[in-house]
């Protein structure tokens, strides 16, 4: 399972996600799953680029981005200061990837969002 770990702001669009998820895709493989935070479920850009990437959503729990921030490597004070946590598209992306994922392409970002992509594949259980 590849995850693609996604982080935005309110007002970002399905245009703007779909654009960086495909250039996460094509610096590092292409996602099986998009993975965002539980205050971003209801995101409507969400939705809409979920639909045009023809992948399914998966809401990585409070509890879940809090355990894997330890193994993000890149740290957002703007996002620790608006959301609590510093690496929010990472974090995702290790938690949605399944136990002993690994980073295959951290975080990248656009105007308003970030995205971030995980494995476990090949790593040992």
Do not use: N, Y
């Amino acid at each position: 399972m590849i995850a693609a770990g996604l982080g935005m702001r309110p007002g970002c669009d399905a245009d703007e996600l779909v654009a960086l998820v495909l250039r996460a895709a094509g610096e590092a493989r292409p996602p099986s799953l998009l993975a965002v935070p539980w205050f971003r479920a209801d995101h409507p850009g969400l939705r809409q680029a979920a639909r045009h990437l023809a992948l399914p959503v998966v809401i990585v729990a409070e509890e879940a981005l809090r355990a894997v921030q330890h193994r993000c490597p890149t740290r957002s004070a703007r996002a620790a200061a608006s959301v609590g946590f510093a690496s929010v598209a990472e974090g995702c992306a290790l938690a949605a990837g399944g136990k002993g994922a690994r980073l295959l392409l951290p975080r990248i970002a656009s105007g308003s969002a970030s995205c971030a992509v995980a494995s476990a594949e090949g790593v040992p259980a």
